[in-house]
């Protein structure tokens, strides 16, 4: 039996598979049906042992006239779920694609049922216009509080870069809307968004109890440069992979 046969079946009894292709052998991609897609990301996750290894969207609409989704999952087994570990043999990877029409850029969100997905959905959101329904989290994530609503950087028909958006509002202070916890008796510390420890920019958010911290939330992305849109508008195929390689 071929390396993910088994999970393909199992998919299969449950729900409208409607392309399956190996590239190679053990990297299996599994399209389903835009409605379907929470339930089979959950069915591999949960019930067959995958893990969550990455999330993409991309802009295919001169390919099949859709935007994409793709949910990267390892398949290990593990003692948490109802599999045992699973023989070296058996192990391999399964993406989950779904299409997004153009004319209805939305699906429905994956990360009410796996968490580690929240990041990811947020992203397609800001660079592609990609809205989740009913994701537990519906903030920005990559593109900044003066960012024009509309613009979603990845689209392939999106802007180029000398276009510049009208400035924004000097009076106006942005207000990022921090989670805060259901618990009385906590203390909210701010931190940053410079900080001295900090590799990199970040706004914090600690929520403590006493000397005990309780929850937290924080905001990152403040020094992304938009990196592919630049590889895509202006560089050519040798300048894409010293910028890759320098990153």
């Known amino acids: 039996m071929k390396k993910g046969e088994r999970f393909i079946k199992e998919l299969q009894k449950r729900f409208e598979v409607e392309e399956i292709r190996r590239c190679p052998e053990d990297q299996i991609t599994i399209q389903c049906k835009r409605e379907d897609l ?22 295919e609409r001169e390919l099949n006239g859709h935007f994409a989704l793709y949910y990267i999952l390892s398949m290990e087994g593990g003692k948490l779920h109802k599999d ?15 299409l997004v029409p153009s004319d209805d850029p939305t699906f429905p969100s994956v990360a009410r049922y796996v968490p580690a997905a929240v990041w990811y959905e947020r992203e397609a959101r800001d660079m592609f ?21 509309g613009i979603h950087p990845l689209r392939k028909d999106s802007i180029d870069y000398r276009y510049r958006p009208e400035p924004y509002e000097v009076d ?10 259901e618990t009385e008796n906590t203390v909210d510390v ?7 420890t900090s590799d990199e920019p970040g706004q914090f958010r600690l929520f403590v109890d006493g000397e005990t911290i309780v929850d937290a939330d924080y905001r990152l992305f403040y020094i992304h440069r938009g990196m592919e849109k630049l590889a895509e508008n202006r560089m050519n195929y040798d300048q894409m992979g010293f910028l890759a390689e320098r990153v």
């Open 84 to 98: 045992d570990e699973l023989p070296q043999d058996e192990k391999c990877w399964i993406t989950v694609k779904a």
């Open 190 to 196: 701010p931190l940053g968004p410079l900080h001295i």
């Open 129 to 149: 216009g990609l809205v989740p329904e009913d994701i537990p989290d519906p903030r920005r994530l990559v593109l900044p509080d003066d960012w024009p609503e």
């Open 38 to 59: 929470p339930e089979v990301v959950r069915t591999l996750y949960y019930d067959h042992g995958g893990w969550l290894s990455s999330m993409v969207a991309n802009d």
């Open 172 to 181: 106006k202070e942005p207000d990022y809307p921090f989670l805060y916890p």
